[in-house]
């Protein structure tokens, strides 16, 4: 069954960025993610985790000037002792807010560079940053992104992502599956989580076109969740859309869906 995390980066967006943690727990979420904590003290994160009653479930690793439209850095040659420094800290933000899931995004093509030469960089961190996360009980994700949204990212589809797990054969890294990049990118959403979902550690739901709530494109979204169910998938599934009209109502698609009774439980049955 799966457990349902609002994405605080894309939703209640009508607030700062604080005040989303009450607006969550007020909308019945009991889990939350985000793409970066790094802003903040993790104890002030931590207080407002508590006093909602809330658990965060993920976020990313340090991943570049983000305003000035890097997407990851982790594939990038030019920028290995960046990425490596950023580490230690995402570890200490992780064990403060009791975080169990990091992401690494792998970032834009960088200019001269070769995919064999991308390939190599990205692979040799996410090695160095899965070691040192299982040290400390955690687990890395990497993220396939679609080329369309982000021209030139580095890491696009599935089978990638497939075969650099092999090629690193670290046991705590896995792929955070993202429904919408992955329409965009290669389609075959289910037969996808059928044949891989053991490597799959994290799964992200919006819909195409638009990148909106389940329910406004042309994803099957009642038959995926179905199928996670027969697959017994108990991991969690962030809700990284954009919300029409708003946040509060866009979660119809719950009740549509036969999914409010799971939302509001929080997975407890």
Request: charged share 20%.
């Amino acid at each position: 069954m799966p457990l349902f995390a609002a994405n605080l980066t894309m939703l209640f967006t009508e607030v700062p960025f604080l005040e989303r943690f009450a607006r969550a727990k007020a909308t019945g979420f009991h889990f939350v993610e985000y793409l970066f904590p790094y802003e903040f003290e993790p104890t002030e994160l931590k207080q407002l985790l508590v006093k909602h009653g809330l658990q965060q479930v993920l976020f990313n690793l340090p991943s570049g000037d983000w305003d000035r439209g890097d997407r990851g850095i982790a594939a990038d040659p030019n920028r290995v002792d960046e990425f490596r420094a950023g580490i230690p800290k995402a570890v200490d933000f992780a064990l403060a807010l009791g975080v169990g899931n990091l992401n690494c995004l792998a970032g834009k093509r960088v200019t001269g560079v070769d995919d064999a030469q991308h390939r190599e960089t990205l692979l040799g961190n996410l090695k160095f940053a899965a070691k040192l996360l299982g040290a400390k009980g955690l687990r890395l994700m990497m993220e396939p992104c679609n080329h369309f949204d982000i021209p030139g990212f580095f890491l696009n589809r599935t089978d990638q992502a497939l075969e650099l797990l092999a090629a690193a054969d670290e046991p705590n890294l896995f792929i955070q599956y993202d429904v919408y990049h992955a329409q965009r990118e290669e389609g075959e959403l289910v037969a996808t989580l059928r044949k891989h979902l053991a490597r799959i550690g994290h799964i992200q739901v919006a819909d195409n076109p638009g990148r909106h709530q389940p329910g406004t494109g042309e994803i099957n979204f009642p038959f995926l969740f179905q199928e996670l169910d027969r697959l017994h998938y108990s991991g969690y599934v962030g809700l990284e859309y954009i919300p029409i009209p708003d946040s509060s109502l866009s979660l119809g698609w719950l009740k549509a869906m036969g999914l409010l009774k799971q939302y509001r439980s929080g997975g407890l049955s």
